[in-house]
């Protein structure tokens, strides 16, 4: 339920940026639509000007929309562009060599998730803290939903879990590889006492558990076969480093690495070409959001089909 005087003050503020920007536009810079044909412009200021119209404007406005009327001050969540779910799609089909109707199959299986959606929202809506939207949006996860659900791992361990979007929509795809008789386990490991939350609350719970403790020696406890691994905890380049170290001789034959920081450095390419395997990058473009997008690195063996049970 909106409020509408809360409506009506954003409104206002909407009003008074835009005009902020006009006015801005028309001294900083001396032409607007009319007065271009009747004033020549030195060049720099037509670069400057077209650097303001082109980037700066727009990116200002999704700061400030961000700052009206998102709750979130880490951890950012967005929607992806459709030609960039598009471009996920394709990314998906190559990784699991399957088809691009199977990928997408995939990806709108997770978007179509009401359940989820809704759990969130429920979720969210009885906690204290203000720092949550109650909106879920899934961005670059879509792709880890897809990936559990070609790959049908037994074991999936994911390193950094916060509030555990992560961890339910990953839970999901192996709820539904369960369905369809592949069954799998999730792992989440955390610092953070409070991590998981969202996770350890949900209809998922029973798929898997949240391990608190540094990542680092947590891994080195684990004795099973990890069949696909993600790693979101600590993206200094040293920390992501060593976890691939540790779970290296833990790794099973088809195996998939994932890593959340794979845009920033080279470790998990650096992982991939000494252990024979094929990396590949996915970015995202982030819809309406200040956030200019993170990505999922993931290194994997292509020679061998990309996933553990061959089902299409
Ligand atoms: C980017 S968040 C993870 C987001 C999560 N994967 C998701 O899907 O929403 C990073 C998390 O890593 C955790 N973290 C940071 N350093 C860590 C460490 N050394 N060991 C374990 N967890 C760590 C933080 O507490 C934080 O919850």
Sequence with gaps: MKDPSRELALTKLKTLIDEFFKEELSTTYPFTDQGLENKPLELETRLEHFAWILYVKPYLKKVIDWCIYSRERENYTYELTQANIAHLISWVKIILSCSYEQANTWINEIINNTALKTYYRSYISQLDTKYFDLDLRYGRRMGWYSLVRGLKPKLVVETGVHLGIGSCVISAALEKNMQEGFPGK?????????????FLNSPYKHIGEIIIGDSLEILRTIDCKIDLFISDSDHSLSHEAKEYKLVSSKLSSNSMILSD???????????????NRDFLYFKEIPLNHMHKGAGIGVAWNKVIPGHLFTTF
């Design 261 to 275: 920081n794979a845009g920033g450095n080279t470790n998990l390419l650096d992982f991939a070409n000494e252990t």
């Design 186 to 198: 999730y792992i989440g490991i955390d610092n953070n006492p409070y991590a998981g939350a969202l």
